[in-house]
């Protein structure tokens, strides 16, 4: 991880350029050469290397088509500055071992740079140390071929085949370096007069490549390669104490890439700020209207009026808002201390109870810099220590709160308990190779998320493919759904460069909450989580479920892209990104709560509801809040029986996680196998008896007992209402019993004997006159006989 230190943020602006007129492929829009480019810019922030300033983000602007900002890692001295100070031999040939090095590991990553100049190598304060800058302009623009690099190249530094390519479609070539102008200042150096009369040839296959010339670089006597600039601990300490002396240590204490996700927190947008700067100069839009629209919007007429001003040099943005607003913070507040111990994880970490934030929605807190920065150090730490068990425990409850956006990825990882291991899989496969789902998958990717701007790239959509096809080869057992490109895309995109961990975590998230859902043929498991959800759904909202069953309106009709994709077929990016926040925390049973959770938010219009206005508002979901789905999911986790969520077709990781749970929620949950059409019969949901006798012990539940009194009388759980008539007229007589159960939001049980039917019926029954609550002992009496502790017997 490179921090910060003394490095700023600059622009720089990049035309596209569209050229043989606007296409569509199954309908779809044209994909512009902004978007082309921002799906390539994702392998430049994947780039590590000492030698190269980062790239972190491309932006589209908004004001103008076709025109992107690339974000990049800046400093003040280039080496250009500096050409009349005097330089010893070995250190002209360590900046020559630097530039190379840095060089060949662009080529390992099939990236040219095709503006290599001395105004594009930036030399660091310590003056030991060179870093390449824009050399991932090309690479973007497809050299050329989506952009106008026109004004971001420098003649001087071109190699005689460039001058041809600057008027062919060549491709460049990785021998292409820096020509004579530019390097006639070194000259003087034997070893670099040597390598440069190599470089010069004017036939590229006799040049050098960049290894023999890193070679020759580290070989020589007056260089020992990048040994000498290795510090000394005497030197870091003396780094790291000026650091805590400067004014600024909080901010070039982060990481580069964290500093800049905290700086778009801190002021206005980065196009805004080339706006007002001249750096973008626009004509009034009265001015740019064409003289005719045709088609799909195609226009012609008026194009000089439309051509915008854009500046090619690197605007350097202003970074003392931030500076500001994070010298409020203290060593408390970003320096997290952890000490393990046999009972678990002690933290010495910032108390988050005073932040002005801390109970506010979490997308409110997601634009607070100072709240982002401490969160985004403790998660950090934390994440660091995943090998550790109990370090892994304590990131579960911390990202209970939320989960910062920059570590969603390393968090996710740790929950989904994936390592380094996991990450061997993809690599060994083939994906490329032809697969029975291509043609499915040619139609549903370049549909997928359209909403969001990296999904639409032709780059996102060959990953997707690639992670699809990988998803599966390692599950024969699977087919491709529709709907399994919405549930890979989340995991794409916060691991874009690292395809690996991506497929490991989707894996790991189907194995838990998805299990056996993708098999070929599903319907046993669809209807079960459906008709278990259905039952859920009479035990919180009665009069819903009722209202719903008059229309004949079931979750066959509305629910099984919900469950299939986990929601991510119905919810926008940014709201599932929460929502799953929260189902990695809890057990497979969790998205039934989800479910329920978005039921009532809809409430208010489905229970007033014909069955056709029922059809058209599942088809065209209203804006729902996310703060309202993740809380409402909680209460009813906390109010609905654990046991009552059994399903047969669970997957095994759940016995793995309620190990962890506390009570109710460690207790065994499986209940009596039942196939789809005996539950479909049933009205209310069962609740297990190793629950039942717990929350008897409690006094957590309100038991009304259906069997004869003549049975009753003989042995019955402590605190239980005998109600052995199932007319309706009598209810008077447990009415007290029932409403204490639906203040406390107490289950109340069906306890029977002999009849199970007679249960079903009376279940059936208290759910229609709308009581919710209620549900029914697997197993009935005989289930409890022999538990002493909560039965009064007859002497």
Known sequence: MRKLENAKFGAIVVRGVEEGGRTCINGL??????????????????????????????????????????????HSTRLCDILNNSFSPKVIQNFGYQIADALYYLHSQNILHSNLSLSNIIVLDDGKRLRLSNYGTSFVANYGADADLSGHSTVFAFSPERFIQETSTLPSQKKTMFGPWESSYFVEDETISAILYDCLKVNPRRRHRMREMMNKLKNSDACDGKDSFVTTIPEMKETIKELHDQKSWQF???????????????????????????VIKLKPPLTTLPSIVIEDFTIFGN???RQFFVASSIFIFADCNLKSKLSELSVKDLKTSLELSKLGVKSVEPDLSDVHLANLAVIVKEKDALYQAKRMSLLRHLVSAKGFNEAKDFLKSTVRQDNPPVYRNAAWSVLLDVDDSDNFL????????????????????????????????????????????????????????????????????????RPETALACLNEFIKRYLHDFFLKDNSAIIQEYLTVFNHLLAYVDAPLYSHLAELGFFPEL?????????FAHVLPMHKLLHIWDQVLLHDSSFPLFVGLALMRQLRPKLIIASFNDAILLFSDLPDLSIEKIVSCSHRFRSIVPPSCTFRVHDGPWTEKRIANEVEPFNLNRTLIAMTVAELKEMNCPRISSPEFIWRVTQKQICVIDIRLSSEFARGCVVGSVNYPSASRKQLKSIANALKTATRQAYPICIVWGKDHKTAIKFGAMLVRIGRNYVCILDGGFESIRDERTILDVAH
């Not at 204490?253 to 080339?274: H, K, M, Q, V």
């Not at 959509?461 to 490109?485: F, I, M, P, S």
Request: proline residues 6%; charged residues 20%; contains cysteine.
């Open 303 to 305: 194009e000089k009026k």
């Open 29 to 74: 829009p044209f994909v512009s050469p902004a978007i082309r480019m921002l799906g390539r810019f994702q392998k430049l922030k994947s780039l590590k290397h000492d030698n190269l300033c980062a790239c972190l983000d491309l932006i589209r602007c908004r004001s103008a088509s076709n025109l992107v900002i690339v974000i990049t890692e800046v």
């Open 252 to 278: 070039t204490s982060f990481s580069i890439e964290d500093a800049y996700f905290l700086w778009r927190l801190c002021g206005a947008t980065p196009e805004n700020i080339l706006l007002r700067n001249s």
């Open 558 to 566: 509305y629910a099984i892209p919900w469950f299939l994709t986990c």
């Open 426 to 497: 993809f690599w060994s496969l083939n994906t490329l190779q032809p697969h029975p789902s291509d043609r499915q998958l040619d139609v549903d990717i370049p549909r997928c998320h359209q909403y969001e701007e990296m999904m639409t790239s032709p780059a996102a959509h060959a990953a997707l493919r690639r992670l699809l096809k990988a998803w599966l080869l390692t599950n024969e057992r699977y087919v491709y759904w529709q709907g399994c490109d919405s549930l890979a895309a989340p995991f794409l995109l916060l691991n874009f460069n």
